[in-house]
């Protein structure tokens, strides 16, 4: 069993950044690829960032690229999404998550966090 926290959230006007932050207990967090999802109100949970657990790749949602940064510190077993120039759209509940590194649907995940709310103010 893996728990997941996310924790950073909140209110941020558009066009500024937040950065979250997805604590990890359990298993061994240096052989786990992780990942962060979104699901914004009345929308399906969709794929944001994931990273592989070695930290050597990273891959992410033509929505986000360019402005979505997804790091790993193995030391403190923490996983990070640094979000810049939020748009409204970005608006969601956002959920760290375990799964293989290639699969990008909810179903292929392992773990999931609580989940914390991110809104965009326009």
């Known amino acids: 069993q893996v728990l997941l926290v996310e924790s950073g959230g909140g209110v941020v006007q558009a066009g500024g950044s937040l950065r979250l932050s997805c604590a990890v207990n359990?298993?061994?967090?240096?052989?786990?690829?992780m990942k962060w999802f979104r699901q914004a109100p009345g929308k399906e949970r969709e794929f944001v960032a994931t990273?592989?657990?070695?930290?050597?790749?990273?891959y992410y949602a033509d929505s986000v690229k360019g402005r979505f940064t997804i790091s790993r510190d193995d030391g403190k077993s923490m996983v990070y999404l640094q979000m810049n120039s939020l748009k409204p759209e970005d608006t969601a509940v956002y959920y760290c998550?375990?799964?293989?590194?290639?699969?990008?649907?909810?179903?292929?995940?392992?773990?999931w966090g609580k989940g914390t709310l991110v809104t965009v103010s326009s």
């Open positions: 990273i592989r657990a070695s930290g050597s790749s990273t």
């Open positions: 998550a375990v799964a293989p590194y290639l699969m990008t649907r909810p179903r292929d995940v392992d773990y």
């Open positions: 359990g298993g061994t967090f240096s052989n786990l690829n």
